[in-house]
């Protein structure tokens, strides 16, 4: 499987952006899916993940009611929709796809994920 995350770039404090993972070689239907950031001079951190069929959505505590993620499996394709940006949201957004289900406190560590993306920038200014 190959992740292509695009949709990064520069917004205000306030703005919006919406990032897309596009997936691409075997079936992405059954694939929990990820998004992690990673800011200069720290560890990769859990934003947001989904359940294959997009029931169940997970969402770190700093981004809930202000991100959603969603999935289009007909287009194999994640997407993070992220509103009322803060300057603290800046960083490499990569995406990630498991190949096996997680339980529900898997989702959240990068080891559970066996496919990453090659990321895009996302930077928020004050």
């Known amino acids: 499987v190959q992740l292509q995350a695009s949709g990064g770039g520069l917004v205000q404090a306030g703005g919006s952006l919406r990032l897309s993972c596009a997936a691409s070689?075997?079936?992405?239907?059954?694939?929990?899916m990820g998004w992690f950031r990673q800011a200069p001079g720290k560890e990769r951190a859990f934003v947001a993940a989904i359940t294959w069929t997009g029931g169940i959505t997970y969402y770190a505590d700093s981004v809930k009611c202000r991100f959603t993620i969603s999935r289009n499996n007909a287009k194999n394709t994640v997407y993070l929709q992220m509103n009322s940006l803060k300057p603290e949201d800046t960083a490499v957004y990569y995406c990630?796809?498991?190949?096996?289900?997680?339980?529900?406190?898997?989702?959240?560590?990068?080891?559970?994920?066996?496919?990453w993306g090659q990321g895009t920038q996302v930077t928020v200014s004050s």
């Open positions: 990630a796809a498991a190949k096996y289900p997680l339980n529900s406190v898997s989702y959240y560590y990068t080891d559970s994920y066996d496919y």
């Open positions: 070689g075997r079936t992405f239907n059954n694939y929990p």
